[in-house]
């Protein structure tokens, strides 16, 4: 059975840099096809997908944030920790982590800007992160 | 990035209804379309993955068709615990970017 928890501080001023982590079990990161993503939510609003690292540590970022994400992986501790520089007030959500599986049959997946994942499954059960001064 | 709408933004249904929730995609994805169901407080849920391909566990009432840009969730006989925001997600390209939701509500 495959569990993903998320971890961190829930309130965090602004322009503080904002540290989760993502603790798995049931999977290893280090087995071929196998990623762990972020995905926020603010209040009353959509999903927004963050970052996906992979087994290989190819690491995807969104555009519009990637200038203050960073997301590594630690395969023996079963962790993934992402990281957000310079926090808004915008910034409050709630932050989820998810395994996911890269389609490894297609010679295209991973190339040229292409993902091609099987969707996000399980996800954590969430961390809603406020920043407040 | 890939824009991805859904439609319509919320509907009302009632138990035993077939509802048909759609997401179009700003360029071809292939069939690299997944749809989630997410209830008040909880995490999204993985339904439908490649656009048609019914998640381990999830009730064969919830089924996918499409293919390029243009895709559809269809529930065949609606159920109470159906009642939630479902949202599509694309995974062909970086950012995986997800629709804005729908929601289904209890006429």
């Known amino acids: 059975q495959i569990t993903l928890k998320e971890s961190g501080p829930t309130l965090v001023k602004p322009t503080q840099t904002l540290t989760l982590t993502c603790t798995f079990s049931?999977?290893?990161?280090?087995?071929?096809?196998?990623?762990v993503g972020w995905i926020r939510q603010p209040p009353g609003k959509a999903l927004e997908w963050l970052a996906l690292?992979?087994?290989?540590?190819?690491?995807r970022y969104s555009p519009s944030l990637q200038s203050r994400l960073t997301i590594t992986k630690d395969t023996s501790k079963k962790q993934v920790v992402l990281t957000m520089t310079n926090m808004d007030p915008v910034d409050t959500a709630t932050y989820f982590c998810?395994?996911?599986?890269?389609?490894?049959?297609?010679?295209?997946?991973?190339?040229?800007?292409?993902?091609?994942?099987?969707?996000?499954?399980?996800w954590g059960q969430g961390t809603l992160v406020t920043v407040s001064s | 990035d890939i824009q991805m709408t859904q439609s319509p933004s919320s509907l009302s249904a009632s138990v035993g209804d077939r509802v048909t929730i759609t997401c179009r995609a700003s360029?071809?994805?292939?069939?690299?379309l997944n749809w989630y169901q997410q209830k008040p407080g909880k995490a999204p849920k993985l339904l439908i993955y490649?656009?048609?391909s019914l998640q381990s566990g999830v009730p064969s009432r919830f089924s996918g068709s499409g293919s390029g840009t243009a895709f559809t969730l269809t529930i065949s006989s609606l159920q109470p615990e159906d009642f939630a925001t479902y949202y599509c997600?694309?995974?062909?390209?970086?950012?995986?970017?997800f629709g804005q939701g729908t929601k289904v509500e209890i006429k």
């Open positions: 998810a395994h996911t599986l890269r389609d490894i049959s297609s010679a295209s997946a991973g190339a040229g800007g292409r993902d091609m994942n099987w969707g996000f499954d399980p």
């Open positions: 049931g999977f290893s990161l280090s087995t071929t096809g196998v990623g």
């Open positions: 690292i992979y087994w290989h540590d190819d690491k």
């Open positions: 360029q071809s994805i292939s069939n690299y």
């Open positions: 490649v656009a048609s």
């Open positions: 997600q694309q995974s062909y390209r970086t950012p995986g970017t």
